[in-house]
């Protein structure tokens, strides 16, 4: 038990320091190509870019025929724990995972509207490099609180509960964003039997949204998660 103490202590230690030896990625993109290049400024609801930025992991624009399409904004992790009080997320049948928690900003640079569908699989996805290991993805539907930045798992409450609920299941976001309209939102993540720094990402190809995934050094992976279409 001391020993499992001292790796959940860690775990915690490691996602709480991410703000501080992380830099964010800034830049434009096409949806056919990797290559990041340029900086983009928004003028929408979301608090001073200073704020912001503490706990930005990337902010990319994706361009469609040289016409800015949508700027996808991925956060940086908090987690390790469910409550302050570190306790772990167990299932049902008491096996231990790493817990985190991400947030994504979706703007749309459009003048038409974008139809956005985001989904996670029910299944368990094993992208990582230990035996038996294996990542599970969830979208959570609490409405995201810019002043939550600062808290605990950014304020996301009572989680054991909906993880309970949704572990066979899956979750989905369906919304249609308006010319310079923003949504943002939860994706809470656990890892079986892997541990590491966390860090976590949905990337548009072509028309279709991948969410990529990495626990420093226990490897990393892609997951298909849903599309967009524009009006």
Not at 17 to 33: A, L, M, N, P
Not at 162 to 187: K, M, P, S, V
Request: charged letters at 20%; a negative charge.
């Amino acid at each position: 038990m001391r020993n499992v103490s001292i790796i959940l202590i860690l775990i915690t230690l490691w996602l709480s320091s991410c703000q501080k030896r992380s830099k964010s990625v800034t830049g434009e993109v096409s949806i056919d190509s990797q290559q990041v290049d340029v900086v983009k400024v928004h003028e929408t609801s979301a608090p001073p870019v200073h704020e912001l930025d503490k706990y930005l992991y990337t902010d990319t624009l994706y361009v469609n025929d040289a016409d800015e399409l949508l700027t996808i904004q991925n956060g940086l992790p908090k987690g390790g724990m469910i409550d302050p009080d570190g306790t772990p997320y167990q299932d049902a049948s008491g096996k231990s995972y790493q817990f985190a928690v991400f947030w994504t900003r979706l703007v749309n640079e459009s003048n038409k509207p974008i139809d956005i569908h985001v989904s996670t699989p029910a299944d368990s996805f094993a992208i990582f490099t230990p035996p038996n290991s294996y990542l599970k993805l969830f979208l959570v539907p609490d409405e995201f609180s810019y002043q939550e930045l600062s808290s605990f798992n950014y304020g996301l409450a009572d989680i054991k509960s909906f993880l309970d609920i949704n572990f066979n299941r899956g979750t989905e976001l369906q919304i249609t964003l308006e010319a310079n309209e923003d949504h943002i939102f939860y994706i809470a993540t656990i890892s079986y039997q892997a541990a590491g720094v966390p860090r976590g990402a949905f990337i548009l190809k072509g028309n279709d949204l991948y969410y990529s995934m990495s626990l420093a050094p226990d490897g990393s992976g892609m997951v298909y998660c849903g599309g967009i279409e524009v009006n």
